[in-house]
Each structure stands twice: as structure tokens, then as C-alpha cells.
């Protein structure tokens, strides 16, 4: 079995966030789907949908608006469309929000060489890994990234007119530099 090294990053949003995962390659995009929303701690409320080029993948009977042309997200693994270094897709969540996420993937390896990755080695062939990380994910329904800096800016300022509303609307404190890589590995591990 293989493993694709996958970074993952929020498009317009400075300073960057970001993930590295190790996945299984032969994992579908509807569990790379899960995986993504447990990496940068979303909450699934909203659709989404992968695009490799012309090409959009995501839950095609998902109701009367679901997009036509939309193929099965859980019919098609990252080998199949992701089949080398380099190879990337996009991947949208929350179409209001529209929260845009690149995948690349960095590398592609034989697990007999995955253990041997200098940052740790993974715990089993079939569990999806966080290896990296920056920064803490946007709270969900911020408004998309310029809702998430506003955000920012009424969370550092005590008197800014928001601060008290955007702290009690998060529930309390929000730290947008934590990436706890030990925590999202643990809610990885559940996905499983």
C-alpha cells in the first residue's frame, strides 16, 4: 500500500494555515472529505465539493441543489485523481463562506519508507495522519476569509465594538496561532 503526503492550504488567508496528511492513497474523497474537516476543525454543516481541473466530485444526490455535472465523491480515490507529485485539486467548503483549501500532493510513498519520515512515524497503514501544521482553523460561519479577519481584529482588541459578541459567539478565547497536532491526530483516529 501507498500513502499520499498532502499539504493542505486555506486560500486567502494571511498568515497562512495549513495541514500535511499522510493519507492512504487508495482512500475515497468522501473520507479525505472527513478528514479535512477534522484537520481544520469544521463542523460538516455546509456542502462542499473537490475540483481537479474541469472535473468536481462531491455528494451528487445530495437534493434538489445539488450541482449537475457533480460525479461521486465516493467512487474516486486520491490515486485516481491525484496520481502523482504535484498533481493537486481544490476542495471548497461552505459555498457561502466559500472556504477554499489546495491540495497538493508533496510525495507519494511505500509505507515500508513511511515509518522512516523524519517527523514521526505513523502508527498504522490505514489511519490518516496530521504530521504538520499552522495555525488554528477559522470558527465556523466567520464569513468566509474576510468575516475570519474581522473576526481576528475584534478578538486582539478588549474595546473594539465586537469583542465581547465575537468572544461569547466562539465561547471564549480563541487562539488563531494554536495547531495541536496531537488533538487532530486523536480525531482522526475516530474517523476510523
Known amino acids: 500500500m501507498t500513502s499520499h503526503i498532502l499539504k493542505v492550504a486555506l486560500a486567502h488567508v494571511r498568515p497562512p494555515i495549513w495541514r500535511r496528511l499522510c493519507v492512504p492513497s487508495n482512500t ?38 445539488a450541482p449537475a455535472g457533480l ?12 496520481p502523482r507529485k504535484s498533481s493537486s485539486l481544490d ?51 466567520c464569513g468566509g476569509p474576510a468575516g475570519y479577519a474581522d473576526f481576528l481584529k475584534s478578538m486582539d482588541f478588549m474595546n473594539h465594538a465586537e469583542h465581547a459578541d465575537s468572544k461569547e459567539w466562539v465561547g471564549g478565547d480563541f487562539d488563531p496561532e494554536l ?3 496531537a488533538d487532530i491526530n486523536r480525531r482522526l483516529a475516530a474517523l476510523t
Open 179 to 181: 495547531c495541536n497536532i
Open 91 to 141: 476542495y471548497v467548503y461552505d459555498f457561502g463562506d466559500f472556504w477554499m483549501h489546495h491540495v497538493t500532493v508533496e510525495r507519494i510513498e511505500a509505507d515500508s519508507l513511511a515509518g522512516n519520515r523524519s517527523l514521526r512515524p505513523r502508527r498504522r497503514s490505514d489511519v490518516i495522519d496530521c504530521l504538520d501544521g499552522a495555525r488554528s482553523g477559522p470558527p465556523e460561519n
Open 28 to 65: 475515497t474523497l468522501d473520507v479525505l472529505h472527513a478528514a479535512l474537516q477534522t484537520a481544520f476543525g469544521w463542523e460538516g454543516r455546509h456542502r462542499h465539493e473537490f475540483q481537479a481541473g474541469e472535473v468536481r466530485y462531491g455528494v451528487p444526490d445530495a437534493g434538489d441543489d
Open 71 to 82: 460525479l461521486d465523491e465516493a467512487d474516486v480515490s486520491l490515486a485516481d485523481v491525484l
